[in-house]
């Protein structure tokens, strides 16, 4: 999407995720290839996929369909599962107040 085009000018078929930063881009760095993955080399990997994540002109859609699907796995919208847990509580601790 350009400056001068408005989301509404797109066609019905348009999908935000063809227009993602990660598109191409090996899936491994963005999911757990299993649960025995190094604490470090995790953290590592989370870095750079967030890093990819950073200018991706559709940030906002991805996070959001992240959050709002309940995605358990993965880098999506430049958060982690852990971070999507943890805005989960503090919105589920602000609901119970």
Request: proline residues 6%; aromatic residues 6%; glycine residues 6%.
């Amino acid at each position: 999407m350009n400056i001068t085009e408005h989301p509404s000018d797109r066609p019905p078929s348009w999908d935000w995720r063809h227009e993602g930063s990660c598109r191409g881009t090996d899936t491994d760095m963005f999911f757990t290839p299993d649960d025995r993955e190094q604490r470090t080399i995790r953290a590592r990997r989370e870095r750079r996929a967030k890093q990819i994540c950073q200018d991706c002109p559709v940030l906002p859609q991805c996070r959001k369909h992240a959050l709002t699907a309940a995605e358990r796995y993965g880098i999506w919208g430049g958060m982690s599962e852990t971070d999507r847990a943890r805005l989960g509580r503090r919105h589920t601790q602000r609901l119970a107040r």
